[in-house]
């Protein structure tokens, strides 16, 4: 299965290098948006499987973006990405409505997958 | 048997006639000037009668020439309490009457009488030479008293400058200082703002009612003349301002207060009851030279306190942009090569093991170097205290910390603290964990924290060893440059063997 998939971020040196890598690895980028009004409206037109938010979108915060996401009528699930380590934003990515976080050294569609699997594993249970 | 001595019921009548005589001494209004010279006359009267009953007592006793010697009781104590004139007219009428009443031939002053011109000369000696002392001593002693006075009410007043009182009291207070030492019944200090507006900085009066009916004329007399002149000013008997219905007058004396060169304000006392003493002015003069030190010291410390604190958020937002920087471009830009180098790696022809096995090591070296970027940019300043505040940064800290760390934070999640606030919070408490779990061979840290009353205070306290002196090389002296910077105090409590507790407090403005 390919999975389609949002990213978010207002990094474009990152951007590209991430496409590149998942494409490579299997997933579907069907959207690219570099700050929160478009990826609402992105997520909204596209419904992809799963959206990669960057936490630090210029002046944006990533956590008030996955809010947007969220109050969706058909909210597709958010991965957070930085190059911050998880710890650092322990608190906030425990209190957001996102599945969950992964490093951008260690992004990989495998990572990707084992989350949504973890999540939708809680889910079933 | 009263158990006092003559000696000491003598000492006591003494200080009673000294009140008497010196009530209103030296330049008192014209009235108190009258009623010395009853005083005098009365006293004079009354001794030199009370030293001729004594003479006529002691006349058969003694050889009657010796017991002119008495009279000197008299000179000496009038002109002790009233001075030189009233000394000499004693002595004459001391040397004529007893030359009158008990020197044969009596009822007849004798003028080629050697004896007598020899008495009258000792006298007049004996006052000019008491009177003088007298009135040295008690020149000195009023000048004493008076700068006694006025160091006790400029202590007063450097003791609330140094306890940094809040600018409108500290105001009120000199005012109400130079009121009561002047014996005004109207004190004010008023500020020539650089906008050429007058501003009423402090402002005390004897009476309530005297505020209530509005400014005296004299004293606005007297402002404008300072601006004019930068010098002392007088204004005498001036009728009450517009709203004075009771026609009552005052006199009003002012003095610049001049600060570091400029002319900064006046120091004005105004009073009705009498006319103010003719040293008024200088006696404002010596007080607000020290009045425009203290202005001119809360001013610096304003503006040490402001560029300290300018100096930090300027570091602040430098250290802020850095790590910014290295988020947004260097970092970005390791983790996008090490993308491509990956794809590199999935893209080789298979038979070339060695190659696979360099690009990936690379790979490895480029993960390391992004996560020692990471460390770095944290320790730089810190992205959560930006994205979530200070309560999320704090759990950072107890999480990253190899001790267990209780954390108890009442702090509103809603309301942020102000940036500079947060900053110096978390430093303190990440130098305090450090600290814990590196030197205190702790088992466990305490982290509390309430906001309230515009105060944020943090206590760190660890179970310890104690001992830890801030003076070796803890990084905890850095920050307390920081907290003191926004006005804030840290203290560090190390008994030995009671472990160690670090407690922050600092003022705080909440941002919406």
Known sequence: MTESCLIVDDSLGFMDAARGLLERQGLRVVGVAVNGSDAVRLAHQLHPDVTLLDINLGDESGFEVAEQLQRHANPSPVILISTYAEEDYSDLIAASPALGFLSKANLSVAAIRALMQRASGYRET | ?512
């Open chain 2, 1 to 512: 048997m009263t158990g006092r001595w003559p000696s000491a019921r003598l000492a006591s009548a003494w200080r009673a006639l000294a009140r008497w005589a010196d009530a209103e001494r030296g330049d008192g209004p014209p009235a108190s000037r009258v009623r010395r010279w009853i005083h005098a006359t009365i006293a004079s009267t009354v001794l030199i009668v009370a030293i001729n009953s004594a003479v006529d007592l002691l006349d058969n006793h003694a050889p009657v020439r010796s017991l002119s010697v008495l009279y000197l009781l008299a000179v000496v104590t009038v002109a002790v309490l009233w001075g030189m004139i009233f000394a000499i007219l004693v002595s004459l009428v001391s040397v004529l009457s007893f030359s009158y009443l008990y020197v044969p031939p009596r009822g007849k002053f004798d003028i080629t009488e050697p004896a007598n011109w020899y008495s009258l000369l000792v006298f007049l000696i004996t006052a000019i030479v008491v009177s003088e002392l007298a009135a040295r001593s008690q020149r000195t002693a009023r000048a004493s008293a008076r700068l006694a006075e006025e160091q006790g009410a400029l202590r007063r007043v450097a003791t609330l400058v140094a306890q940094e009182t809040s600018r409108e009291e500290l105001d009120a207070l000199i005012s109400e200082e130079v009121g009561q030492l002047l014996s005004a019944d109207l004190a004010m200090m008023r500020h020539y703002a650089d906008d050429g507006s007058l501003r009423l900085m402090g402002q005390w009066a004897r009476s309530t009612r005297l505020i209530a009916s509005g400014c005296p004329a004299a004293v606005d007399r007297v402002t404008e003349l300072i601006a004019q002149t930068g010098k002392l000013a007088r204004f005498e008997n001036e009728m009450l301002g517009q709203r004075g219905g009771d026609g009552a007058t005052f006199s009003a004396v002012g003095a610049p207060i001049v600060v570091e060169g400029r002319l900064w304000g006046a120091m004005i006392v105004a009073s009705r009851a009498h006319d103010l003493p003719a040293n008024t002015g200088a006696r404002l003069d010596d007080f607000t030279a020290l009045v425009a030190i203290a202005i001119a010291n809360a001013k610096n410390r304003a503006d040490l306190a402001a560029s300290r604190e300018r100096v930090v958020v300027a570091a602040d937002e430098t250290r802020r942009r850095i790590e910014r920087d290295l988020h947004d471009g260097a970092q970005q830009q390791l983790v996008a090569l090490t993308f491509e180098l990956q794809a590199t790696q999935e893209s080789l022809p298979s038979g070339i093991p060695q190659v696979r096995a360099d690009l990936s090591r690379v790979t490895q070296g480029l993960v390391s170097t992004l996560e020692e970027l990471r460390e770095i940019a944290r320790g730089i300043h810190p992205a959560i205290l930006v994205q979530g505040g200070l309560a999320p940064a704090l759990r950072m800290l107890a999480q990253r910390c190899p001790l267990p760390v209780q954390l108890e934070l009442e702090v509103d999640r809603q309301s942020r603290l102000a940036e500079p606030i947060e900053v110096a919070t978390y430093y303190v408490v990440a130098e305090a964990l450090t600290n814990a779990a590196k030197h205190a061979d702790a088992s466990l840290v305490k982290v509390t924290g309430d906001a309230r009353d515009g105060m944020l205070r943090v206590r760190v306290q660890d179970d310890g060893c104690g001992g830890a002196s801030p003076a070796r090389g803890s990084g905890l002296v850095g920050i307390v440059d920081r907290v003191e910077a926004l006005g804030g105090k840290l203290v560090l409590r190390s008994p030995p063997g009671a472990g160690t507790s670090v407690e922050l407090a600092l003022p705080i403005a909440t941002q919406a």
